[in-house]
């Protein structure tokens, strides 16, 4: 078994410190080597490699993982560009992976370029992974649905919200025109909800029609005094002096 670790170690070759620096035990390479070795990473994509930092992985979900800090982006930068800076390194490929290496780290000084790029390495992580495990794949589906459920909640509940204040913006509108029409100058009144509003809200009451129940109110009163006998009948005469007691008529007082 300690055979079969070495041999893998051996295949996997030396770990690659974040700073940018030789791996311990490794040998230190020259400079037209590390200027070969620049070029190489950047014609196949790996600003990574080329600047000696590690590669990002991915987790479950397929989402990019990388673990490197600003600091450590830049202090491996700066020990990557003096070994081929052109002032220091007399190889023919000096110049032109120092420019490759400018390139690089205004990649990651990017947070839109740094997210593409995270991404790319992060799909070519997950493939691998779904390969050794194809169960992966329907997990990281699920897991993709759930998120994907929760934003659209999330966007229902912004639209909702953005509709109740457009609402209440018109209704804000019309008060306020309405409040110019009355032409008042108080701020105030024009941001308080208009009397007009409260009026139109109550209900209207005929008063011709009160008016005409009263009156009726009063004949039928009138009427019914008669039948209780309030008004009395009593005899009369009619005509002039002198006439007879039997012409009389009835005369109500």
Same mark, same amino acid.
């Given at each position: ?9 051996a295949e996997a070759g030396p770990s690659r410190a974040v700073d940018g620096s030789a791996p311990p035990g490794g040998d ?16 196949g994509g790996d600003i990574f490699s080329a600047l000696n930092l590690p590669k990002p992985t991915c987790d479950d979900a ?35 992976a120092f420019d490759k290496l400018n390139d690089a780290i205004r990649v990651l000084r990017d947070p839109i370029k740094k ?19 194809? $169960? ?78 009263? =009156? ?12 209780? =006998? ?6 009369? $005469?009619?005509?002039?002096? =002198? ?5 009389? =008529?009835?005369?109500?007082?």
């Open positions: 078994m300690l055979m079969e670790a070495a041999a893998r170690a230190v390479p020259d400079d037209a080597s590390v200027a070969e070795q620049i070029l190489t990473h950047i014609a397929g989402r990019p993982v990388w673990d490197v800090t600003e600091s450590e982006i830049s202090k491996a930068f700066r020990k990557r560009s003096l070994v081929v800076h052109p002032d220091k390194n007399p190889s023919a490929d000096a110049k032109q997210g593409d790029a995270l991404r790319k390495f992060a799909r070519s992580a997950f493939a691998e992974k779904c390969r050794l495990d194809p $169960t992966l794949t329907e997990r990281a589906k699920k897991a993709q649905e759930k998120i994907d459920a929760t934003v659209y909640a999330s966007d229902i509940a912004l639209q909702q919200r953005e509709h109740r204040q457009r609402v209440e913006a018109a209704r804000m509108k019309q008060r306020l025109a309405r409040a110019r029409q009355r032409g008042s100058d108080d701020e105030a009144a024009l941001l308080e909800p208009s009397s007009d509003d409260e009026d139109d809200a109550k209900p209207k009451v005929d008063t011709t029609a009160k008016r005409k129940r009263v =009156g009726r109110g009063k004949d039928e009163a009138s009427s019914d005094s008669d039948s209780a =006998g309030l008004a009395r009948p009593v005899l009369g $005469t009619r005509g002039g002096r =002198g006439r007879g007691r039997g012409r009389g =008529g009835v005369r109500f007082i």
